[in-house]
């Protein structure tokens, strides 16, 4: 049986309402002033969590890639530069946590290095996320597992094998995964959305589904197939600078997500075929025979 995982008071997994993170990721652009309003839009839209993403660059960034020039909103700078300015820093994230705490609100982020979990791990988040671009990287999965903290694995671009080690390190106590094709926007056809329970029969933990699709159908159809979280990138305005907010949702499309999963868990039952009380009188008007 896929036990729950409790995620602080939020408990994931099957029958259990689904948990809806809100991805701020980097769409963000390294204002504290636009993340606070996507995290504004997460609550208004009646989201469980917001996830960020916390890398250090020098680290993150593979040094022949340091001084690369590139177009970014601060002018042509490095490609180091660009990355060092995307990223928040204790004072700021001490303003996310106070706002997240005030809204009622959970958050937490991908550490794409050790140095990263140590320093998310003065935030005591509830959970801990692993990109699926981590998800082959042994130090920083031991590094999170010493944490002690629920993990959620994102397992996109990522083979059986690769799970299979990966889910080893982890062990399946406190384990989420979550089923994610790792293109940007991904194509319907590519989707594969049964996958889901094809990750929960072979390593009965809770699955999710990570989508970067266009529109909202798929990933409220991944819920009806099984998926117990749903993680989605939001931004303000997907026109905005940055390679992630071409797949994200913008405000309205948020608000539909939250609104669809919640109708389809109360819509899709328990599975047991039983006659209503409200039909019985349909049936008494409708029914010309009565032989069995």
């Known amino acids: 049986m896929n036990k729950a995982v409790k995620i602080a008071h939020k408990e994931v997994g099957p029958g259990k309402p689904v948990f809806?993170?809100?991805?701020?990721?980097?769409?963000?652009?390294?204002?504290?002033?636009?993340?606070?309003?996507?995290?504004?839009?997460?609550v208004e839209a009646g989201c469980d969590a917001v996830k960020f993403q916390?890398?250090?660059?020098?680290?993150?960034?593979?040094k022949d890639q340091w001084d690369k020039m590139r177009e970014t909103p601060w002018g042509y700078i490095s490609?180091?530069?660009?990355?060092?300015?995307?990223?928040?820093?204790?004072?700021?994230?001490?303003?996310?946590?106070?706002?997240?705490?005030?809204?009622?609100?959970?958050?937490?982020?991908?550490?794409?290095?050790?140095?990263?979990?140590?320093?998310?791990e003065k935030f005591n988040p509830p959970c801990h996320?692993?990109?699926?671009?981590?998800?082959?990287?042994?130090?920083?999965?031991?590094?999170?597992?010493?944490?002690?903290?629920?993990?959620?694995?994102?397992?996109?671009?990522?083979?059986?094998?690769?799970?299979?080690?990966?889910?080893?390190?982890?062990?399946?106590?406190?384990?989420?995964?979550?089923?994610?094709?790792?293109?940007?926007?991904?194509e319907h056809h590519h989707l594969n959305l049964s996958a889901v329970q094809t990750l929960a029969?072979?390593?009965?933990?809770?699955?999710g589904y990570s989508?970067?699709?266009?529109?909202?159908?798929?990933?409220v159809v991944a819920t009806a197939l099984g998926a117990c979280a749903v993680e989605r990138h939001i931004t303000l305005d997907r026109t905005m600078w940055g390679t992630d907010q071409a797949a994200s949702l913008e405000p309205k499309g948020l608000k539909m997500l939250v609104k669809e999963i919640r109708i389809l868990e109360q819509a899709i039952g328990d599975g047991v075929k039983r006659v209503l009380a409200e039909e019985i009188p349909i049936a008494e008007k409708l029914r010309r025979k009565k032989d069995f």
């Open 79 to 120: 490609y180091i530069d660009y990355k060092k300015k995307m990223e928040f820093g204790p004072a700021e994230y001490k303003e996310i946590d106070q706002l997240c705490k005030e809204l009622g609100i959970l958050w937490f982020a991908s550490c794409w290095d050790e140095e990263s979990v140590a320093f998310m």
């Open 211 to 219: 989508g970067h699709e266009k529109g909202v159908v798929p990933s």
């Open 20 to 42: 809806v993170i809100a991805e701020i990721g980097i769409n963000h652009n390294g204002e504290l002033e636009t993340a606070k309003k996507l995290i504004r839009t997460a």
């Open 201 to 207: 029969n072979r390593y009965q933990v809770p699955v």
């Open 54 to 62: 916390k890398r250090t660059p020098e680290v993150c960034v593979p």
């Open 129 to 186: 996320k692993v990109a699926s671009a981590s998800l082959t990287d042994r130090g920083l999965l031991e590094a999170l597992k010493k944490t002690g903290k629920p993990i959620i694995l994102s397992t996109g671009m990522s083979s059986v094998a690769q799970i299979d080690q990966a889910v080893e390190v982890l062990g399946k106590d406190n384990l989420v995964l979550m089923h994610t094709v790792s293109t940007y926007p991904a």
